[in-house]
């Protein structure tokens, strides 16, 4: 059974910069096709994506953010890390982990969502 | 590009309602289109990938569809059942981004 779990602090100042950790189980990321991405939701607004990470290292990111953000993957702890800098209070937000189920790499979607972690931005 | 959902629908119960989600620019059918279901509180959940294809545990009660003419895909719901209430997020990519539509919440009353 894949499951994702988000963790990272729940607090931050503005300036600072976010390092959330998304641990996955039922799946390696050394399985071709195999990618978890970062999802975020504003309180009562829509999904925003951030960032994706594949198998073989290849990395997506949105461009609005791009300059932000970075994403690793530790395969030998199942984890892949997302770091964003220079948070501000409308980065608040509950920040979602998911997978993309390893169907292909040709589109980019997502299957199994984590719990899902909740940030807050405030000085 | 971007995706244009209608901020909210509603129906009432054993109807059937159609959520849908046009493309900005671009074809719509250059790009798979897949849709989740968010209820309050909890993490989305996927109910149609690649357009039309229900995973497992889905009821056959949805599906998706795409119209090149409009440029838009639709979710369509039948026979709705009050725990079919949520946000329905339908989401595409360009390749490199991933786009999400700004979702639509179905009321079922």
């Known amino acids: 059974q894949i499951t994702l779990r988000e963790s990272g602090p729940t607090l931050l100042k503005p300036t600072q910069t976010l390092t959330l950790t998304c641990t996955f189980y039922?799946?390696?990321?050394?399985?071709?096709?195999?990618?978890v991405g970062w999802i975020r939701q504003p309180p009562g607004g829509a999904l925003e994506w951030l960032a994706l990470i594949y198998w073989d290292d290849q990395k997506h990111f949105s461009p609005s953010l791009k300059s932000r953000l970075t994403i690793t993957k530790d395969t030998s702890r199942n984890q892949v890390v997302l770091t964003m800098s220079g948070m501000d209070p409308v980065d608040t937000a509950t920040y979602y982990c998911?997978?993309?189920?390893?169907?292909?790499?040709?589109?980019?979607?997502?299957?199994?969502w984590g719990q899902g972690t909740v940030v807050a931005v405030s000085s | 590009f971007m995706l244009t959902q209608p901020h909210s629908v509603s129906e009432s119960p054993g109807k059937t309602v159609a959520i849908s989600c046009t493309r900005s620019s671009g074809s719509i059918a250059s790009n798979y289109v897949h849709w989740y279901r968010q209820r309050p509180g909890t993490s989305p959940t996927t109910v149609i990938y690649e357009d039309n294809q229900r995973p497992s545990g889905v009821p056959a009660r949805f599906s998706g569809s795409i119209d090149s003419p409009s440029n838009s895909a639709s979710l369509t719901i039948s026979g709705l059942k009050t725990e079919d209430e949520g946000d329905y997020y339908c989401q595409s990519d360009d390749g490199d981004s991933v786009i999400f539509g700004g979702g639509s919440r179905l009321t079922v009353l």
């Open positions: 998911a997978s993309n189920g390893g169907r292909t790499r040709d589109y980019h979607a997502f299957d199994i």
């Open positions: 039922g799946f390696s990321l050394t399985t071709s096709e195999m990618g």
